[in-house]
Structure formats: structure tokens, C-alpha cells
């Protein structure tokens, strides 16, 4: 049997909220105590089995009630309802700087934290030049932490929880404010305290690096969790509930065009453009690895042999990404009457990667040397992820690997 680090049984916590407050002193002297009250549950029956050793990962949207987990789990918070056990020594680095004095240099700071934690003297000495190592404030560590940036705050305060040799650590969101370099070094250490058998529990938002780094996640939404399970399955549940969400709120608006009277006289004249699901429903993102359609209205003002539409990708950075036309897939319009017409591009397994694109639109005759209409930054849309990982470049290209 699977022994547990942390065992959290129908966990409910209530908060009381008031909702006439009283802010300044004169208000309370006249109008007396607040009365009006309501509560706001931020946890509503959470059940969490943690298995020592192991990487474990909440997620959800801002309010879902995470952080409260966490720091009911740490003992800064007891629970309303429910029960939790755990079994080993806990350090938590939840807030940046929390439990340092900031009168306080850093290395005082750091005897504090671990006298705090129980650790001996000795054990405080022998971490104590590890600790400065690693956070990298060798030449700040006797300066007072009030005069620390929030970079260097955190810096300390990853450094003093990893290195007092906790069985459980707790991590919320704190890695997000470290540099690219401090980043890396978090996570190889992390890496070295999964193989010493350590349990780790991280609250973040940033789930490309939570599926490298757990084990198992948990979904809470509203205080209730809404899946646990691999972590790969639960962030695709996750992600595909938000995209929905987002899709619902907003639909994409087809751009149009009202040509001038001297537009009106050109051979062709483009007048409308729109992203659709396949299934021909107004998109206002799109989702790398998924088919998307692109259509595109234009006019004929006479008779027209195969022109051929253009279209463009452009990186909300500036490059431009590729394009797509129907002479490049030798996709032949033919010959064309003096009417409106509508072309849908499928693009198939979207290959962009995360990030926002802009849409330019250019026709050109049979021979594309003459341009018919052009139409510059048509449409501006996200691409999302369907796994949380985050674009790396701007488009993702199909490979195998064979290893003899």
C-alpha cells in the first residue's frame, strides 16, 4: 500500500465576508459594526491523497481555492469541515518573503527560517553557505531584506525552504518571479529532491512546466475539485473547459469590407473574411494541432480565369510566418462569372504554435505576376494549446524518431 504524505479527507473552508463595511474610523463610530455578512466558501469538500516521493500539481483558474489548499495543508489555515494528515517534516514557500523580519539581514533571516523549522543549530550552520550559493545573494546576504528586490526576495526564500531538508514542500507561484536562470536552477534542484524521495506540492499556472515536472494534478474549480489523475490527462480536460469558455464569451466577428467607387471598377474586389470551426462556427482563437477554416468573400466585376488567393500569417512580433494559396496546392478556380463568391481555406492540423497571428489576404490573375486586391491585417487571432505547452518559435513540424 501507497504510504501517503498528505491525506486531505472532505476538506471544506468558509470565509465570512461582510458586505456593508465600514472603512474609516468615522464610519464605525456612526454607523456602529458592520452587520451585513455572507459565506464565501473557498473550499467545498476537497479530498487529496499526496503519495510520498512524489511531484503533485493543483491547478485551476484565480479563486479556485488553490492557494487555501495549500495553506491549509502548511497549517497556516484550518479547515471549516475535514480532516489532514501529514507525515514528515513541511516547509512552504508561499509568499514571497513570508516569515522574514525585514529589519533583518538575509544570513539572520536565514537562522530564523530554520530555528523555525526545528532545525539545530548545527543543521542551520551546515545549510547556511549552501543556502547563500544557491540563491545567489552572496553580496546582499548581510544587507537588511527590506531593501531586497522581489527577485532577490524569492531567491532567499526558495533557497532557505529547499535546503532545510524538508519530506514535504509546498511551492505556490513563487517561480514565476525568479530570472530564466534562477527558474532553471529551481527546477533541477527539484528535480534532485523527487529523486531523494522528497514530496513536493506546486500551485502555478504555468502548465507546460507542470507536466514535466508532476506526477499526478489536481483540478479544483470554485473550491470544488473537478478531476485528479495523470497529469497530462487532467491539463487537456482543463484547457479544453477554458477554451470553450472563451469561445463562448466571444465569437469572432467576420471583418468586411466596404469597397470605394473606384474599388468597385477593379476586376476583383475583396469584402469579407472569417475563422470558423470545421463544423462552420465562428472561432475567435484557434488551437494548435486542430483544423481551422478561413473564409473569403470577394466580388467579380468581369469574367476572371483562376486567380489565385493568398493568404498570410504574420507573428504578432513582426515576422511574417508562412502563407497559403490555392495555386500552391494546385487547387484550380477556373473560370470565374461576374458574381460574389466565397472561398474556404481548411487549414488542416493547425501547425502554428501559442501566440497571435495577423491575417493579409492578397489575390493575384492566373499568372501571379498582377495583384487583383490586397487586404492587410484582415484578421488578428490567438492560437492556443491544447496541453499548456508554450510556443517556442511559430510552428510545429511533423517528425518521427528511430533510435538503432
Known amino acids: 500500500m501507497t504510504q501517503l504524505a498528505i491525506h486531505a479527507d472532505d476538506i471544506s473552508k468558509r470565509f465570512v465576508r461582510f458586505t456593508d463595511q465600514r472603512n474609516t474610523l468615522k464610519e464605525r463610530l456612526v454607523r ?21 516521493g512524489s511531484v503533485y500539481g493543483l491547478i485551476g483558474h484565480n479563486g479556485s ?18 480532516t489532514i494528515t501529514t507525515h514528515g517534516r513541511l516547509a512552504a514557500l508561499i509568499e514571497l518573503g513570508a516569515g522574514f523580519h525585514p529589519d533583518m539581514t538575509g544570513r539572520e533571516n536565514i537562522k530564523l527560517n530554520g530555528s523555525i523549522l526545528g532545525l539545530t543549530k548545527k543543521e542551520i550552520t551546515d545549510a547556511t553557505d549552501e543556502i547563500i550559493d544557491f540563491s545567489g545573494l552572496k553580496d546582499f546576504i548581510d544587507d537588511p531584506v527590506k531593501h531586497y528586490s522581489s527577485g532577490m526576495y524569492v531567491r532567499l526564500g526558495f533557497a532557505v525552504a529547499v535546503h532545510m531538508n524538508p519530506e514535504i514542500l509546498l511551492v505556490d507561484e513563487v517561480l514565476a518571479v525568479g530570472d530564466e536562470e534562477f527558474q532553471r536552477k529551481c527546477f533541477d534542484h527539484l528535480s534532485k529532491l523527487r529523486k531523494a524521495g522528497k514530496t513536493i506540492v506546486v500551485v502555478s499556472h504555468g502548465l507546460g512546466q507542470l507536466e514535466g515536472l508532476c506526477d499526478e494534478v489536481t483540478w479544483l474549480d470554485h473550491g470544488e475539485v473537478q478531476k485528479t489523475g495523470p497529469t497530462t490527462e487532467i491539463i487537456n480536460a482543463y484547457l479544453e473547459r477554458v477554451n470553450t469558455e472563451e469561445s463562448a464569451r466571444s465569437r469572432q466577428v467576420a471583418a468586411t469590407r466596404t469597397a470605394s467607387e473606384e474599388q468597385d471598377k477593379n476586376e476583383l474586389v475583396l469584402t469579407q473574411a472569417q475563422i470558423l470551426s470545421p463544423e462552420g462556427e ?33 507573428h504578432e512580433t513582426g ?10 496546392v494546385h487547387a484550380d478556380f477556373g473560370v470565374l462569372q461576374p458574381k460574389e463568391y466565397q472561398v474556404t481555406t481548411n487549414i488542416i492540423d493547425n501547425p502554428l ?6 491575417v493579409h489576404i492578397d489575390v493575384f490573375d492566373y499568372t501571379g505576376t498582377r495583384t487583383l486586391d490586397t487586404w492587410n491585417e484582415v484578421l488578428e487571432f490567438p492560437v492556443r494549446s491544447a496541453s499548456g505547452e508554450i510556443g517556442q518559435g511559430f510552428v510545429t513540424i511533423p517528425a518521427t524518431f528511430t533510435i538503432t
Not at 46 to 52: A, G, N, R, T
Open 32 to 52: 456602529g459594526r458592520a452587520k451585513k455578512s455572507e459565506d464565501f466558501w473557498a473550499l467545498k469538500n476537497v479530498s487529496i491523497e499526496i503519495p510520498q
Open 319 to 328: 515576422p511574417l510566418v508562412t502563407m497559403v494559396s490555392n495555386h500552391r
Open 282 to 314: 465562428p472561432l475567435n482563437h484557434t488551437e494548435t494541432g486542430k483544423t481551422f477554416a478561413i473564409t473569403v468573400n470577394f466580388t467579380t466585376n468581369q469574367e476572371l480565369l483562376g486567380p489565385n488567393l493568398r493568404i498570410a500569417f504574420q
Open 353 to 358: 504554435l501559442p501566440g497571435r497571428y495577423r
Open 65 to 82: 481555492g488553490k492557494s487555501t489548499m495549500l495553506k491549509i495543508m502548511s497549517g497556516i489555515y484550518r479547515p471549516t469541515s475535514g
